[in-house]
């Protein structure tokens, strides 16, 4: 079956590092992955998109990477800040638009 | 500017009654979907239209849930006879979607349904 695992436990950080989400994805090929930030109580809100002959992507502080090998994707905040706190979410797609998302990652960054 | 707004946000319903979830979407978006997020669940997908195209509506999961756009912008998600497995927050979003390419979800605030 179809599958997009994120890690389920939160991670905490200190403002500063840098944080690393990490995405796994089984039985897809997906065309393009993208990433979505979540606070409590609102919609999701887009943040990066990466296709499948990208290697990485950068937007500010932000980075991305999208192994097709490994069926992974990687999501990293440079210099993270409290504001950084929040629930990251994959989301992919094999074919069409509609996308299939991950649970989600919760992160903490704390002064 | 003006972004997906969704009505109501909040929705309290009795188990069997019908309800209906409003989307308006961002002006000049083509494509509309819904999805909904049980607490602790990811989002999953329900419904998706693309302008005049026939819906994709492989994630409806029952026959009591339908949708409707109509003239290519308003969209209305209707649960009939409500279930309390379908309390969840049911989210819209929108999206520019021109043949070969893929633009970002811009979603909506959510409708809150909880069926006592």
């Known amino acids: 079956s179809q599958k997009i695992e994120q890690n389920s436990e939160a991670l905490n950080i200190q403002e500063g590092k840098t944080a690393t989400l990490t995405c796994n994805y089984t039985?897809?090929?997906?065309?393009?992955l993208q990433w979505y930030r979540q606070d409590p109580g609102r919609g999701p809100v887009f943040l990066l998109l990466?296709?499948?002959?990208?290697k990485e992507k950068r937007k500010e502080r932000l980075k991305v990477t999208f192994d097709t090998t490994l069926k992974q994707s990687l999501f990293h905040i440079t210099a993270s800040q409290p504001a950084d706190s929040a629930t990251y979410l994959c989301?992919?797609?094999?074919?069409?638009?509609?996308?299939?998302f991950g649970k989600g990652t919760s992160l903490l960054v704390t002064p | 500017g003006a972004g997906v707004s969704q009505s109501p946000s909040n929705k309290v319903t009795e188990k069997g009654k019908d309800v209906e979830l409003r989307c308006d979407p961002i002006?000049?978006?083509?494509?509309l979907y819904w999805y909904r997020q049980s607490l602790g669940q990811g989002l999953e997908f329900l419904i998706y239209?693309?302008?005049?195209?026939?819906?994709?509506k492989s994630g409806l999961p029952s026959d009591r849930f339908s949708a409707e756009r109509t003239g290519g912008s308003v969209s209305t998600l209707t649960i009939q006879r409500t279930q309390q497995e379908d309390s969840a927050v049911y989210l819209c979003?929108?999206?520019?979607?021109?043949?070969?390419?893929?633009?970002?979800?811009?979603f909506g605030p959510g409708t809150r349904l909880t069926v006592t």
């Open positions: 979003a929108s999206s520019l979607d021109v043949a070969g390419a893929t633009y970002e979800q811009y």
């Open positions: 039985n897809y090929s997906p065309a393009y």
């Open positions: 990466i296709r499948e002959n990208e």
């Open positions: 989301a992919l797609a094999n074919s069409g638009y509609a996308l299939n």
């Open positions: 002006s000049g978006h083509t494509a």
């Open positions: 239209f693309q302008g005049n195209s026939a819906p994709d």
